[in-house]
């Protein structure tokens, strides 16, 4: 692992009001497993189907239908467990949450509140070259996502899609070690890029399936160590609940907003009430939603329906022997075994499908640090100008990974190259034969490059009585002769060749 410094965390103060005050944060994100089918029916999970095509009986609220857990959502979420290094509990069961919703027609959630199939790990969230901070996972539990209302369809009507009912979700809850929105932001982006990794959620969060409630409250400078010396919650102050986030900027946003709400609250003697909110990101504002729910107001029992889930160590010790080298883990490889900065490891293992990619490129070409470069600055530089990302990318990793290996070989020139890949770019082939059909080789005859330097020289005299009295500007030559060639001289033979020509 790469040498990290875990720094405690720094509370965010808030500017601008009479008194200090620091936040802290928990986040609950609710990550949809990465299952074709959802948690206790084979209906499809496919995204963009039409309304009401993915339900099955179950999924309907159909009398006399009963659950059938998915073995596949249960291994994703031990898979998860492990790769956040969190304990696994060989025994789980599933509760009934009861609420009433129109888009939920059980009238009830099943979810796990007593016993979770996952308990206690972590997250280790980058907070700058060489910094990190742990937060620490509670627990992860398997539940049932609802359905989704639809007003803007009719003026004076509601419509319900059951497509999104009885999906599998995990709900990864931490604890409120979060101590502000930059750090928030960071956790959320950190867990995706894990969960990413380990292909048990796919992290699209413009889809919604993976989202987040942020649990904000304020409190005075010293109550948060009060709360980590008796864990007792109240000097934390009341907390609210600011429900489906599915924006990093906009979880920055909106802590921010909700923590300022908050402190204008007391500030003025009045006191915050615990409940969920709402985030409206074109008014600026959060905005109350329902008030804040307990367990007990949920009538929370045992599904009579499920068995208590039983799982056998062996089977959980199978599947942490399959599970993928994670971000961190590579990152720390890349560093080491390709020689690259620890932040060029950052941005090619941010996501799993660009750590892949430079991977075949590096096997391709036999040069990590050179394959590094032209991923990160030539290819990623144009993906990004043209909006697209690396599953669009026309440039092939075999191909890259070719055009890199000409360089190394000294076949081509870093301008030449520039030159290729703009051709492979728009065009395709072949880059090996590109070089050879349109005549982009580079030239290493030394006595064609004398010739060259010869002409150049001999046509500027002036120019060389400067040079020799200032070897610095040696470099106009090179630049000259290289301008000559059509980039294709050999730069370091040029360069040695006008040194010598010029006496230098």
């Not at 039983?310 to 590579?330: M, N, R, T």
Request: hydrophobic content about 40%.
């Amino acid at each position: 692992m790469l040498d990290l410094t875990y720094e405690p965390p720094k509370p965010k103060v808030i500017q601008g009001a009479k008194e200090d005050w620091e936040l802290v944060i928990g986040l609950e994100v609710h990550a949809q497993v990465a299952s074709n089918a959802k948690l206790f029916s084979g209906a499809s999970t496919k995204f963009g189907a039409e309304p009401n095509s993915n339900v099955a009986f179950v999924d309907a609220g159909m009398p006399g239908m009963l659950p059938v857990i998915n073995e596949g959502c249960v291994a994703l979420a031990v898979k998860t467990g492990l790769g956040l290094k969190a304990g696994i509990n060989l025994r789980s069961a599933f509760d009934r949450k009861n609420y009433f919703y129109p888009d939920l027609p059980q009238g009830y959630q099943i979810s796990q509140l007593y016993e979770p199939i996952v308990g206690e790990g972590e997250v280790i969230v980058d907070m700058g070259p060489g910094v990190a901070r742990r937060v620490r996972i509670e627990r992860i539990h398997l539940e049932q996502d609802a359905g989704k209302s639809i007003h803007d369809m009719d003026p004076s009507m509601s419509f319900v899609d059951l497509n999104r009912t009885g999906v599998a979700l995990m709900e990864i809850v931490s604890r409120p070690d979060i101590r502000g929105p930059e750090e928030a932001a960071a956790y959320v982006g950190k867990l995706r890029q894990i969960l990413r990794y380990l292909g048990t959620c796919n992290g699209d969060m413009q889809n919604g399936n993976l989202r987040a409630d942020v649990n904000v409250s304020v409190c005075r400078p010293g109550d948060y160590e009060k709360y980590q010396e008796t864990g007792d919650f109240s000097h934390l102050g009341t907390r609210c609940e600011i429900k489906n986030m599915n924006s990093m900027r906009f979880i920055q946003q909106a802590i921010e907003i909700e923590a300022r709400r908050q402190i204008a609250i007391v500030e003025d003697g009045g006191e915050v009430v615990q409940e969920t909110r709402l985030f409206d990101p074109d008014k600026g504002e959060t905005r109350s939603m329902r008030s804040k729910e307990e367990a007990h107001d949920y009538r929370y029992f045992p599904d009579p329906d499920l068995l208590p889930l039983e799982i056998e160590q062996a089977w959980v010790d199978e599947i942490a022997a399959s599970l993928p080298e994670l971000p961190d883990e590579k990152k720390t490889r890349f560093v080491t075994e390709y020689g690259m900065t620890e932040y060029d490891a950052g941005v090619l293992t941010a996501e799993v499908e660009n750590a892949a990619f430079f991977e075949e490129v590096a096997a391709v070409s036999g040069d990590g640090k050179l394959s590094a470069n032209w991923v990160i600055n030539e290819l990623f530089g144009r993906l990004k100008k043209e909006d697209h990302d690396i599953t669009e990318s026309p440039v092939s990793a075999e191909q890259l990974g070719k055009i890199v290996s000409l360089i190394k070989a000294g076949d081509i020139s870093g301008k030449i190259a520039k030159d290729l890949f703009e051709i492979v770019y728009s065009e395709g082939g072949d880059p090996a034969v590109i070089v050879e059909s349109r005549g982009m080789k580079q030239v290493t005859d030394t006595g064609a490059i004398e010739a060259a330097v010869d002409e150049v020289i001999a046509a500027n005299p002036a120019q060389v009585e400067k040079a020799q009295a200032n070897p610095k500007l040696a470099g106009w030559f090179v630049g000259q002769v290289m301008k000559a060639t059509g980039g294709k001289a050999n730069p370091g033979s040029v360069n040695q060749i006008v040194k010598e020509k010029l006496g230098l």
